[in-house]
């Protein structure tokens, strides 16, 4: 398991307000399967991790399974940390603020005129795709935060 786990068991049975036996006659797995999940001796199936998500109203907890998963899928995605919706919002507005504010709009497609990243170029994509990466990782928090 990754440095980073969450515990998304124990987040989804105490996000339901459930015991760990009413968590289990909900999941319908054993007590002991629970009682594993939370102490992460093993990881729970994605059909377990889908109906703790049901369970828990709580669609983040899909993805932290998959991060956790998938090393491939830990290298591709970015990580969502949990914030309020207010929150994600101003931060995904402000990030996309500051990228208007340092790239000019066609500077992407003067890049892509050509079919292809030449040496000059490369700089400013790679710095282009870098912001862009954390665009899309406000818009993730955005998707996946909690509404008050």
Not at 116 to 138: G, K, P, W
Request: aromatic letters at 6%.
């Amino acid at each position: 398991m990754q440095d980073n786990y969450r515990n998304i068991c124990k987040i989804a049975r105490q996000t339901a307000g459930l015991t760990q036996e009413r968590f289990a006659e909900a999941l319908d797995i054993s007590v002991e399967a629970v009682r594993q999940y939370e102490s992460e001796k093993i990881m729970p199936s994605d059909d377990v991790v889908t109906r703790m998500v049901e369970i828990s109203s709580q669609p983040v907890l899909g993805y932290w399974h998959l991060l956790n998963k998938s090393r491939v899928a830990a290298d591709i995605l970015p990580e969502i940390s949990e914030c309020s919706l207010p929150q994600a919002v101003i931060q995904l507005i402000c990030k996309i603020r500051d990228f208007g504010e340092r790239h000019r709009t066609d500077d992407l497609m003067d890049i892509a005129a050509d079919g292809r990243i030449d040496d000059t170029e490369r700089e400013l994509f790679n710095s282009i795709v870098a912001e862009l990466d954390s665009v899309v990782q406000a818009a993730m928090t955005v998707k996946y935060a909690k509404g008050e």
